[in-house]
């Protein structure tokens, strides 16, 4: 849907794994403004799916309660424009449901998960490059960000990214504080990879 480059774009925002202050592997409670203002930054920037990720069965049901609260009735009467934001949204338990959604969606298409971290990993790319690489690539495929709750996603899901991309700083680099929200590095990201120029 977006014009500039031709894939298939999710963004995953994660309760589970993440780590807290100590370090230590938790699950985090899903907050009502990640729902409404990540689902706007992705209806803004032409992203075609938003998962919310819970292993937690209430925090499913009440999020679920949420999006549809928002995307029916009365809403959609009032606030058509925010019932279409959520209408991109949906509530799953795991990160591979996510996976083998999108690939049931898009058959054919290769899957790639990108993630953005505050801090400093070895390999990361910068949002030009990864910005640049998508543009170019011929084949269409299916581009997954995701993101993280809590004090930022466990090392234990390493393993499923393919793309770790670099912190977003401010103009005091890594020198700087740069532990924004959720949301406001949601949408710095979106804007530096589909942005308009
Ligand atoms: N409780 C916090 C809140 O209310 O948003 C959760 C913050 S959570 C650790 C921050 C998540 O946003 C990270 O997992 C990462 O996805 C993203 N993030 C935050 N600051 C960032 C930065 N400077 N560069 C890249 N990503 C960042």
Not at 15 to 30: K, M, Q, S
Not at 60 to 73: D, N
Not at 165 to 188: C, F
Request: a neutral charge; aromatic letters at 8%; hydrophobic letters at 40%.
């Amino acid at each position: 849907v977006n014009s500039r480059q031709p894939h298939k774009t999710a963004v995953v925002l994660l309760h589970h794994p993440v780590t807290n202050r100590e370090g230590a592997l938790v699950t985090t409670a899903v907050t009502n403004m990640d729902i409404h203002d990540i689902s706007r930054s992705v209806r803004t920037y032409e992203v075609d799916h938003y998962y919310l990720v819970t292993p937690v069965l209430e925090q499913q049901s009440l999020t679920r309660r949420i999006l549809t609260h928002w995307a029916g009735g009365r809403c959609l009467e009032w606030h058509p424009d925010r019932a279409e934001a959520l209408s991109r949204a949906r509530c799953v338990s795991t990160f591979e449901e996510v996976k083998t959604e999108l690939i049931e969606m898009y058959p054919g298409r290769s899957l790639e998960v990108a993630m953005p971290d505050a801090r400093e990993i070895p390999g990361q790319k910068t949002y030009a490059e990864v910005r640049a690489a998508w543009e170019q690539e011929r084949n269409a495929g299916i581009k997954v960000l995701v993101l993280g709750t809590g004090w930022g996603l466990s090392p234990a899901f390493h393993s499923e990214v393919h793309t770790f991309l670099g912190p977003i700083y401010g103009p005091l680099g890594r020198e700087g504080y740069n532990h924004l929200s959720v949301r406001a590095a949601a949408a710095v990201i979106l804007d530096r990879l589909f942005g308009a120029l």
